[in-house]
């Protein structure tokens, strides 16, 4: 199995936080610890957090998709709690509830039901703050995915391999090597 992580791209709105727009977006993208989005106000929330489409997992089978959001108290309480709704379009498949007692990475517990790499490609998170002050540092999901089988990829006998469909009735994305060789 192969894992990759896909970042936010794109942001519908925000409230209650020192950024916003791009500048919001740019820091709980960058994979840096050193960038941050600090509560400013009892009511907050990122709503329409989309993330990056990869190729990586194209075709491939989807096994679970795992959010994961760096954040600690923003200096105005201890122990922060975040809702964060995970959605596929407007269906909601997984909400979290994150309480941060001290700074670093917590994550939901792996969603694994009927994905396809087209979900994945629209997942979104929306993302709301209790009053205690809560600071972000990114927002990530790690995709964990099988890799689509690429069969033989060699001419058999002077057929280019894009013509073999199948070789005595199997298919050749299901044929590693012929007669020993891969």
Known sequence: MATVIIRPNDITSSTGFDVSGATLLSNINDDDDGTRAVQN????????????????????TINSVT?????????RGSGPVINCVLKN???????????????????GAAYSTS???????????NISADNTGVAI????????????????????????????????GIATANIANVIGVS
Do not use: H, K, R, W
């Open 115 to 125: 994905l396809t790499p087209t979900i994945v490609d629209n997942l979104s998170v």
């Open 67 to 75: 959010l994961s959001v760096f954040g600690a108290a923003g200096g």
């Open 41 to 60: 106000n009892v009511e907050c929330s990122i709503t329409g957090i989309a993330f990056a489409n990869s190729n990586s997992y194209s075709g491939a």
């Open 89 to 107: 379009g407007n269906s909601t498949l997984q909400t979290s509830e994150f309480e941060y007692e001290e700074a670093g990475i917590l994550s």
């Open 137 to 168: 540092y990114e927002v990530y999901i790690t995709v964990n995915y099988t890799e689509a089988a690429t069969g033989y990829g060699n001419a058999v006998m002077g057929v280019a391999a894009a013509n073999i469909v199948s070789f005595n």
